[in-house]
């Protein structure tokens, strides 16, 4: 089997660029058409169990047959590179695409929903994987139902000082910048995290500013410090008028001290109610991670409509 690296020039090396891969491979077998190429990391990635983990994605391929090719060549790879683990499909970071879609109501994507969408999760069964993290979206159809825990939360966070306040739009760049602490305090502890600097974190939210409705994106502040934040979108792919308008949960950070403990839950069914009122018929909660707090906290909400997974392998 020939393996070639793109050149500087090319289309597909600015794209590793951008992701800060440590390889890039074309796979194909002499002078065929390439079987596909895919990216590998090694370097930075996280340790899990204290094994050297290494990361396949950035994959284009165009079979399912060639794929498995891709998968086996990765994990010689970064075996080579004295990774003991090897998870897969991710994009360096799970700041970037990552898991695969493993069940669905084959209703189509929703606004900033990224995994892989078209790959059979039975090829990384067939290839010795096995799901190492799931992942699942739900829909919820009845905004009108609240949580009968809000009002007692509301009270006692507000007996401790803690405000709520939508973004500052006005603003949105000092505001994403005082929003970096707490969003790296809370999800250190989520499945493969890896910390990014503030310029590129900033940078990936600026980009959705013309998307953002500032109500219903909430900021809670204890002693002029940011405890906690929910975002949540208009599904703008299927945003038709004023009918079947639906806000997507996509992100919420709390401080882990114990003492806001419930915020996270007063956040959302606070915009729960304001996209109500805003004439939103229906919500996402988007790419929730199993046995995590918003799972716990979304668990009694709406329907499971798709399932995700990553899948590892020991090498």
Known sequence: MVVSIYTRKSFSFQRVHRLETDAHWVVGKGDRPPLGSYSLWWRNTPSLNNQKVGYLGDFSVDSQTKFSALLKHGCLELKKHGCALAIAPIDGNTWQRYR???????????????????????????????????????????????????????????????????????????????????????????????????????????????????????????????????????????????????????TLGISPERKYSGLGILLLDTIRQKSLKMGFQAAIYALIQSGSLCDNMTRHHGEIFRRYALFGKML
Do not use: W
């Open 100 to 250: 695969v879609v493993t069940e669905t109501d084959n209703s189509p994507a929703f606004f900033l929903e990224s995994p892989y969408q078209n790959f059979n999760p039975q090829i990384f069964t067939e290839a010795g994987f096995d799901v190492v993290a799931s992942y699942h979206s739900r829909r919820v159809s009845d905004l009108k139902t609240t949580d009968r825990r809000s009002p007692k939360i509301a009270a006692r966070l507000s007996r401790l000082g803690v405000t709520i306040r939508p973004l500052d739009i006005a603003n949105l760049k000092q505001e994403l910048e005082r929003l970096y602490p707490v969003v790296h305090q809370s999800f250190q502890c989520h499945f493969l995290y890896s910390q990014i600097s503030k310029k590129e974190f900033v940078k990936q939210y600026l980009q959705l500013e013309k998307y953002i409705i500032p109500e219903l994106i909430l900021i809670a502040e204890h002693q002029n410090k940011i405890v906690g934040f929910m975002l949540a979108i208009p599904d703008i792919l299927h945003f038709k008028g004023k009918k079947n308008k639906t806000i997507i949960f996509k």
